[in-house]
């Protein structure tokens, strides 16, 4: 007989395959499949609703298998997902196994260099209660308007976006990662609106905004870039640090300007969802509702 390798499948190894291939009466509906593979056993349709609200984020499809007629299920990334032919095909599957004697290469990372928390990692946080107690929303149009006031028209848009942004969370949904943003600092770019204006960088002699985005036109929200500003004189400018208070174990807040291990460049600002704190979010909105004569006869 033709021996062939177990990791390679050809013409000779398909036709030993059975024709007949059980398959279960009923496959589950997108909704109920999605819910199988995440093994949600929640009977609340307001923890499966936020349930299949997140995977939609993530970007996350889900297929169905039919082992021996029993559907089982499994997330994808929607790349997959469309490659995928659609409706019921026979396919060959294969579970690669883990070899525990072999590091993989993550687990080799120096600890200097930590990974960013997961999504998973950041809901079993001992913070996670304190979010859940909050109402958040992703960033609408009425948003971006707000987030680009004019500074000369409108006195209070630093405050506005301070507001605006302050306990946002960033999701990256190509990572599964995702940061709470506990303080802003605005900083505008003439010394006309802003006497603290951002620092800037010299090139040829010319002074070049440190800030200002270059992107790969594929934006996700108009006019609002999440990015990693260029490195100063004091690092790169995100977010101050990343730190974990956890029970039995000492934590120092660092301050400063360097982003340790949540970097967003051109590439990944597109696959950044900013959702806010809803009640800030009406703050900011009633803020900005208010004309330059009555921000200045509070002043």
Known sequence: K?????????????KTLPVAVKRPPVWRPFPETVLSALNEVSTSKSDQDKALYHEDKLG??????????????ALVAREVYDALP????????????????????????????????????VV???????????KFQELSKENFHNLNLDWTRSPQAPLVAGHLL?????????????????????YGRT?????????????????KDTSTPSTLGKDYYKDVHPMTSSSTTDGKRLISYLWRAMAGRKAAVSVGG????????????????IFLDSEREKQAREMAKKSADEVLEKL
Do not use: F
Request: some cysteine; aromatic content about 2%.
């Open 124 to 134: 079993e946080e001992t913070l996670a209660p304190v979010i859940g107690t909050r």
């Open 191 to 207: 010394r006309s609106t802003d006497c603290h204006l951002e620092q800037k960088g010299l090139v040829k002699g010319v002074p």
């Open 86 to 121: 659609d409706g019921t095909c026979l396919a060959v599957l294969h579970k690669p196994v883990r070899d525990p004697k072999v590091k993989q290469p993550w687990e080799t990372l120096p600890a200097l260099h930590p990974l960013e928390p997961s999504i998973e990692e």
């Open 60 to 73: 996350r499809m889900p297929i169905a298998i039919s082992i021996d007629g029993t559907e089982q299920n």
């Open 258 to 273: 360097n982003t340790l291990n949540y970097v967003i460049n051109e590439h990944d600002s597109p696959n950044v969802r």
């Open 2 to 14: 033709d021996s062939v390798d177990e990791n390679t499948v050809d013409q000779r190894s398909l």
């Open 166 to 186: 302050s306990g946002a969370i960033l999701l990256d949904v190509s990572r599964r990662s995702a940061i709470l943003i506990n303080e802003v600092k605005v």
